[in-house]
């Protein structure tokens, strides 16, 4: 009886055992293994592709830190170069910014001469206008008429001197400018760059200036011809209103007169 026993257990555990046995197929396992080293490729390829930006992003950052230690020791040895820029604005800007060319308006009236624009030739364009009458005799003239055109003469010499003046500082600044831009097209380092462009700013500042003054000059010159053309449109007009009233006035006078005379006749004859 134990040993039927004994063989039927040893019969019930070699079932089991046989049940738990795995079973292998050679297809499902090489597409495994090709998938996991496919996976394994790309992680590496992804790796080897951080570590390249990586790289360059350390290699970038040594370069900033190059260019902000030569930038330092170019400070160091020229100075800030904005400071400079400031410095050189100041220095090519101060008096020039403010010197004045020619005269205002208001002085130009002011020192306008009437008898001096009667003798004005213009440099032999035109014949001094004398005190004397066709009869060669003298007589009184009236300055203050000509006033308004002893104004436009000083104004168009007040030009010329502006344009005389701005002429000479234009070429200085012109060819300061020229030699400017050829320093700056050899500069070497950024803070000379820096302080060539401040250089080259004002200089052109200054250029923009000397064109407005010219500007302002022809301006007041114009101005001052339409005052005086506008003045004697002006008086064209009083002189014909007047003309119109002194004819009324005169009417006027005439009806009065007229009307105060008694004519009576003192003979009478019969035709």
Same mark, same amino acid.
């Given at each position: 009886m134990k040993i039927i026993l004994c063989l039927l257990a040893m019969l019930c555990g070699a079932a089991n055992a046989s049940a738990q046995w795995i079973v292998n197929d050679p297809v499902n396992t090489a597409v495994d293994t090709l $998938? @996991?080293?496919?996976?394994?490729?790309?992680?590496?390829? $992804?790796?080897?592709?951080?570590?390249? @930006?990586l790289e360059t992003l350390n290699r970038q950052l040594r370069q900033l830190e190059d260019q902000l230690a030569a930038q330092q020791r170019i400070r160091d040895v020229l100075g800030d170069p904005v400071? *400079?820029?400031a410095q050189i604005s100041r220095n090519l800007g101060a008096a020039d910014f403010a010197r004045q060319?020619?005269? &205002?308006?208001?002085? $130009? /009236?002011?020192?306008?001469?009437? +008898? *001096?624009?009667? /003798?004005? &030739?213009?440099?032999? $364009?035109?014949?001094?206008?004398?005190d004397r009458t066709v009869l060669g005799q003298s007589? &009184? /003239?009236?300055? *203050?008429?000509?006033? /308004?055109y002893a104004a436009v003469e000083r104004q168009a010499q007040n030009t010329e001197t502006v344009f005389t003046d701005t002429d000479a500082r234009i070429e200085v600044l012109q060819t300061e400018l020229a030699a400017t831009l050829a320093a700056l097209r050899d500069a070497s380092t950024q803070a000379e760059v820096d302080k060539l462009n401040a250089k080259i700013a004002a200089?052109?500042? @200054?250029? *923009?200036?000397l064109a407005q003054r010219r500007r302002d000059a022809a301006d007041q010159l114009h101005a001052q011809q339409i005052l005086n053309d506008n003045q004697a449109a002006k008086e064209q007009r009083d002189l014909f209103e007047k003309q119109i009233a002194e004819e009324?006035? &005169?009417?006027?006078? +005439?009806?009065?007169? @007229?009307?105060?005379?008694?004519?009576?006749?003192?003979s009478y004859t019969r035709p």
């Amino acid at each position: 009886m134990k040993i039927i026993l004994c063989l039927l257990a040893m019969l019930c555990g070699a079932a089991n055992a046989s049940a738990q046995w795995i079973v292998n197929d050679p297809v499902n396992t090489a597409v495994d293994t090709l $998938i @996991q080293v496919n996976q394994e490729a790309n992680h590496l390829e $992804i790796l080897r592709q951080w570590a390249t @930006q990586l790289e360059t992003l350390n290699r970038q950052l040594r370069q900033l830190e190059d260019q902000l230690a030569a930038q330092q020791r170019i400070r160091d040895v020229l100075g800030d170069p904005v400071a *400079a820029g400031a410095q050189i604005s100041r220095n090519l800007g101060a008096a020039d910014f403010a010197r004045q060319y020619g005269e &205002t308006m208001s002085a $130009i /009236r002011r020192l306008s001469d009437a +008898v *001096a624009s009667l /003798r004005s &030739t213009a440099d032999g $364009i035109y014949r001094a206008l004398d005190d004397r009458t066709v009869l060669g005799q003298s007589f &009184t /003239r009236q300055t *203050a008429p000509y006033l /308004r055109y002893a104004a436009v003469e000083r104004q168009a010499q007040n030009t010329e001197t502006v344009f005389t003046d701005t002429d000479a500082r234009i070429e200085v600044l012109q060819t300061e400018l020229a030699a400017t831009l050829a320093a700056l097209r050899d500069a070497s380092t950024q803070a000379e760059v820096d302080k060539l462009n401040a250089k080259i700013a004002a200089l052109n500042g @200054q250029l *923009a200036q000397l064109a407005q003054r010219r500007r302002d000059a022809a301006d007041q010159l114009h101005a001052q011809q339409i005052l005086n053309d506008n003045q004697a449109a002006k008086e064209q007009r009083d002189l014909f209103e007047k003309q119109i009233a002194e004819e009324r006035q &005169t009417l006027d006078a +005439v009806n009065a007169w @007229q009307g105060a005379m008694q004519l009576t006749p003192t003979s009478y004859t019969r035709p």
